[in-house]
């Protein structure tokens, strides 16, 4: 993608528009055939890795878990 310098004038409406909507991120991405706007945060905290870490189930993590065991034996032969 590549991306497209706007205007001073056009960056205010565009926050105007956002400041409505309760959008506070500095970086968005608008779909326009979707017709959706997408906030993209750039820095997690500890408590966005807690939670994303809480999406998988036990039997996942334990499948994980066995693929990275399984690869660390690999690269020690």
Same mark, same amino acid.
């Given at each position: 993608?590549?991306?497209? @310098?706007?205007?001073?004038? !056009?960056?205010?409406?565009?926050? &105007? #528009?956002?400041?409505? /909507?309760?959008?506070?991120? =500095?970086?968005?991405l608008?779909d326009?055939? @979707?017709?959706?706007?997408? !906030?993209?945060?750039?820095?997690? &905290? #500890?408590?966005?890795? /807690?939670?994303?870490?809480? =999406?998988?189930?036990?039997?996942?993590?334990?499948?994980?878990?066995?693929?990275?065991?399984?690869?660390?034996?690999?690269?020690?032969?």
């Amino acid at each position: 993608m590549i991306p497209k @310098k706007i205007d001073q004038q !056009t960056t205010i409406a565009i926050k &105007s #528009i956002l400041e409505k /909507l309760n959008i506070q991120h =500095t970086r968005v991405l608008f779909d326009l055939e @979707k017709q959706t706007v997408e !906030t993209q945060d750039e820095d997690y &905290s #500890i408590d966005d890795l /807690l939670e994303a870490a809480g =999406t998988l189930s036990p039997e996942r993590g334990k499948e994980l878990l066995d693929q990275v065991s399984r690869s660390r034996e690999e690269w020690d032969t």
